[in-house]
């Protein structure tokens, strides 16, 4: 897989990544203000318009910032360049899960970036609420064509101490 090179805006918590470079070998993440100190202060559209034309060859630019996608200029410019924009949503605005988030997408992300089309990528995940254990006994029970009484007759495991059943 090639290597992709992202900027991180100035938004995006470095910190985590920088700890965990060694086992992104997918990517390469930047902040802004380490590939040019002045791009902090950009607007959004001047900052891809900064990584389409910086001579390091960047894929793309990585926010929590998902207020850009309804900005007009910003989405004109991103088209205009031909970069990858990644908006990895963090529950309330919350940067450690939008680093999770990406985390957990980016070697996808990478895998499908094509240099030159202009990709948004909206990254999230979802709280679940857990799931009851004796509803997988239920699925299993009817696959098994028998009962969930005769599964954990058949199963359970005595002297636990804790068993419910």
């Known amino acids: 897989m090639t290597r992709r090179r992202f900027a991180l805006d100035h938004n995006f ?10 086992v992104l070998p997918m990517a390469e993440l930047v902040p802004v203000r380490e ?26 630019l990585i926010t929590n910032d998902e207020a850009m996608l309804s900005l007009p200029k910003e989405m004109t410019v991103l088209d205009q360049t031909g970069l990858t924009l990644v908006v ?5 605005h919350n940067p450690v ?3 999770g988030t990406l985390l957990c997408h980016l070697s996808h992300v990478c895998h499908q970036t ?3 089309t202009a990709q948004i990528w909206r ?3 979802a709280q679940r609420k857990p799931e009851s254990a004796y509803e997988y006994l239920e699925r299993i029970a ?21 068993s419910r059943t």
Do not use: F, M, N, Q
């Open 13 to 22: 918590p470095s910190p985590i990544l920088d700890a965990l470079a060694e």
């Open 35 to 60: 590939i040019d100190r002045t791009w902090a202060e950009l607007d959004d559209w001047e900052l891809l318009s900064a990584l389409a034309a910086h001579e390091r060859g960047w894929d793309g």
């Open 88 to 92: 990895a949503k963090g529950e309330g």
């Open 97 to 99: 899960r939008a680093v």
């Open 114 to 116: 094509t240099p030159g």
């Open 123 to 125: 990254l999230s995940v």
């Open 142 to 162: 009817a696959r098994s064509k028998t009962t969930v009484a005769k599964l954990v007759v058949e199963h359970k495991v005595r002297d636990l101490g804790r």
